[in-house]
């Protein structure tokens, strides 16, 4: 079980239908959110009604009145995008990104950008955690999360199978907007410290940097993402 907290966390995963098995709300609160009150009845899924003292101990004190108990996150397997019927898919991999902060950054700009997953290595990547969940703000419950052995295996698997890898580098001598957008695309964002692995660079189609004019010639990795990703947002209006 994996616990959450914060309004929109526990709401979304209310939206999602996700496998909660029992949802705590403030007391003061109670009679005040009659539509999560309907919808967790229709699922049959306990609500709860506590004090404050017992909320904070509980999930902490940024808990905003709501926390829940949820079943463990699904670990999705690398075929789940291989073999989508979607056209223009669009894979973010994480090398080594260990912040959770960073990474609930990232799930939150998946989300908004319609990428279809996230693949992170089973060593060296941060976990899903109560703070990854938090920082997503109910996110997670909409972007596929894949956890896989090795990256160099799972990215020769996605060029196998027509994707496109794009690298992430300072050195790079191309901008995002030089790819064909039309390509089933795989971008790869480094750790926070180290960068991406030299083994990946090597595997990439594409180098691209981000140009930047100001004082500081890096961004961190939530932020670089976000960047990115808008760049290859494939449902702009």
């Given at each position: ?156 698997a996605l060029k196998d199978n ?39 660079v090597k595997a990439s189609d ?32």
């Amino acid at each position: 079980m994996i616990k959450l907290y914060g309004k929109n966390c526990v709401v979304e995963a209310i939206h999602a239908k996700a496998p909660l098995k029992s949802v705590y709300i403030l007391k003061d609160y109670k009679n005040k959110s009659g539509y999560l009150e309907d919808k967790l009845k229709e699922s049959n899924i306990e609500i709860k009604y506590e004090t404050k003292e017992f909320m904070n101990k509980t999930f902490g004190n940024h808990n905003q009145g709501y926390g829940a108990f949820r079943k463990d996150y699904e670990n999705y397997d690398l075929d789940y995008v291989i073999r989508s019927d979607k056209k223009q898919k669009r894979v973010l991999i994480l090398d080594g990104v260990a912040d959770p902060q960073n990474f609930g950054a990232i799930i939150r700009s998946c989300d908004a950008f319609s990428f279809d997953a996230i693949i992170l290595g089973n060593n060296r990547s941060v976990p899903i955690t109560e703070v990854v969940c938090h920082v997503s703000t109910g996110a997670i419950e909409y972007v596929p999360i894949i956890y896989v052995n090795s990256l160099n295996t799972a990215v020769k698997a996605l060029k196998d199978n027509g994707f496109w890898i794009i690298a992430t580098d300072a050195s790079g001598n191309s901008v995002i907007e030089d790819i064909d957008q039309s390509l089933d695309l795989a971008l790869i964002i480094g750790s926070e410290g180290f960068g991406m692995t030299k083994t990946l660079v090597k595997a990439s189609d594409y180098i691209v940097k981000i140009p930047m004019s100001g004082h500081v010639n890096s961004l961190n990795a939530s932020v670089s993402a976000g960047i990115l990703l808008e760049k290859l947002h494939i449902n702009k209006e």
